[in-house]
């Protein structure tokens, strides 16, 4: 999880580069959890644009290594967790490609409620970014960013109504939470992700085989070899079909 932990510096991996519409996403329940292409009714999802946005508006992706518990009830939002990593919206300069694993400092925190679990949004910046020195917490990315987090906001809220959906809400009064909140909920979700990877018995149907523990005595133990003959039995790539023309529409909602 922790790039750098004396300066919380994360590790981010990007699911979906900016202005891309395929709703990509850890496979929690695949082995070795890749990242693949969300799938509803037999069709692949993509998410809708919503007027004035092309597909998603940041990179997004997850902090490995933490897991939004669905048992517990968050003191602030009053709802569970959403059983997914804790997802990250990278709001540097580079578009960044699918499956990039990097470094980002977190500046605040969005509480997204989505169909009644809480659905934490971090809001972060790659510290490669010729920004990233001047923001150093969410006042900042409304001084240097103006409009991007009534953006943010707009975009969560309503990028499911196209779906027939109802618009998400948000604790706090929409309001995001700083620095030091966010880095606090990333910590406890930290916690949460090590107490489903002691567990026997894995919970919610994901699969928590993973390289990271290292006690061969652990059920979740899966070593490097194991790691490389599972990703050599995958089946290989088909041939690449075209994006259905659907996925340009715009919706004014």
């Given at each position: ?9 994360f ?40 007027f ?41 300069t ?19 409620i ?61 309001e ?15 916690n ?9 018995d ?39 079909e ?12």
């Open positions: 999880m922790f790039a750098d932990e004396s300066q919380n510096i590790h981010m991996v990007v699911e979906v580069p900016r202005w891309t519409n395929a709703k990509m996403e850890i496979a929690t329940k695949d082995l070795l959890n890749p990242i693949k292409q969300d799938v509803k009714k037999g069709n692949l999802r993509y998410v809708a644009n919503v004035p946005h092309k597909g998603y508006i940041w990179n997004y992706g997850a902090i490995p290594q933490t897991w939004e518990n669905p048992a517990h009830t968050d003191a602030d939002t009053g709802c569970c967790g959403d059983n997914d990593p804790i997802d990250v919206c990278e709001i540097g580079k578009v960044c490609s699918r499956g990039d694993v990097i470094k980002v400092k977190v500046l605040g925190i969005l509480a997204m989505d169909e009644g679990e809480t659905d934490w949004k971090v809001i972060a910046i790659n510290v490669e970014d010729p920004e990233a020195k001047a923001l150093n917490n969410i006042a900042d990315v409304q001084h240097l960013k103006p409009g991007l987090l009534e953006a943010t906001v707009s975009w969560f809220r309503k990028y499911k109504v196209p779906d027939e959906k109802p618009e998400n809400k948000f604790a706090f009064n929409d995001f939470k700083d620095k030091d909140f966010a880095i606090e909920v990333i910590k406890s979700t930290h949460f992700w090590k107490d489903l990877i002691s567990k026997v894995n919970v919610g149907g994901l699969n928590c085989k993973n390289t990271s523990v290292s006690t061969g005595g652990s059920a979740n133990c899966c070593t490097a070899e194991d790691a490389n003959a599972a990703v050599n039995q995958t089946c290989p790539c088909g041939k690449e075209p994006i259905p023309s659907s996925v340009d529409k715009w919706f004014y909602v």
